[in-house]
């Protein structure tokens, strides 16, 4: 079992940046497929970035890619999801991730056996 802990989401201007880190605990982080979720009001909880124990290889859903970057530090036990160009419907709760996936890709809540507790990415018009 993995614990996580968010940090970095504030309020920001449209056109800013924002970087999140998720702190990780346990063994099993660096063998992990880990990922960013985000949650709106009154909305699913949807995928935002995947990243491989290696951080080779990763994957983004359509509407970040290019803007957002998904990386991670096995040495730190830390992911990070650096935001760029924030738009106000990126405006959500943002959840760290770790997949039981040995695949990266897209990932559904399903695939993840541990979640942090999330940190609240407001972009303001």
Do not use: H
């Amino acid at each position: 079992q993995v614990q996580l802990v968010e940090s970095g989401g504030g309020l920001v201007q449209a056109g800013g940046s924002l970087r999140l880190s998720c702190a990780a605990s346990g063994r099993t982080f660096s063998s992990s497929v880990m990922g960013w979720f985000r949650q709106a009001p009154g909305k699913e909880r949807e995928f935002v970035a995947s990243i491989s124990w290696t951080g080779g290889s990763t994957y983004y859903r359509v509407s970040v890619k290019g803007r957002f970057t998904i990386s991670r530090d096995n040495a730190k036990n830390t992911l990070y999801l650096q935001m760029n160009s924030l738009k106000p419907e990126d405006t959500a709760v943002y959840y760290c991730a770790a997949s039981g996936r040995t695949m990266v890709g897209p990932l559904a809540p399903t695939n993840i056996g541990s979640w942090g507790q999330g940190t609240q990415v407001t972009v303001s018009s």
